[in-house]
């Protein structure tokens, strides 16, 4: 009997959604699109609960040195294999995130990565 994977409720750290079976739609999709689309500052805003710190949690894991690629293994970005040579543990990156106490409870992430020089003042 196969094992169903298991439901992240809750669970916002990518490797662990990686690692432990727990179920996991791709959308690593979105670290090609910075890429290839980038910015001096992204910044991403999306309601409650729509996945802004898995993102950001899979943004540090892909960009961050040190950090494990093979949970990256079988994913769409895997197949990125230029990007990933290029960027992959490579890049510093800077990750904020800010809890509005307001009547929306609005949430702000956004990394900061450049291309050219890495980070330029």
């Known amino acids: 009997m196969t094992?169903?994977?298991?439901?992240?409720?809750?669970?916002?750290?990518?490797?662990?959604?990686?690692?432990e079976g727990y179920y996991y739609v791709?959308?690593?999709?979105?670290?090609?699109?910075?890429?290839?689309?980038m910015a001096y500052v992204n910044l991403f805003t999306r309601p409650r609960r729509f996945g802004k710190k898995l993102n950001m949690s899979m943004l540090k894991y892909f960009f961050e040195a040190g950090s494990d690629s093979t949970v990256f293994d079988?994913?769409?970005?895997?197949?990125?294999k230029e990007l990933c040579e290029e960027y992959m543990?490579?890049?510093?990156?800077?990750e904020s995130k800010s809890k509005c106490n307001t009547w929306h409870h609005g949430?702000?992430?956004?990394?900061?990565?450049?291309k050219a020089g890495f980070i330029n003042a």
């Open 3 to 19: 094992m169903q994977p298991k439901l992240p409720m809750r669970i916002e750290n990518f490797k662990r959604i990686r690692t």
């Open 26 to 37: 791709d959308k690593t999709g979105l670290i090609r699109d910075l890429l290839q689309n």
């Open 74 to 80: 079988g994913l769409e970005i895997s197949k990125e």
């Open 89 to 94: 543990g490579k890049v510093p990156t800077v």
């Open 107 to 114: 949430k702000i992430s956004m990394i900061n990565c450049n």
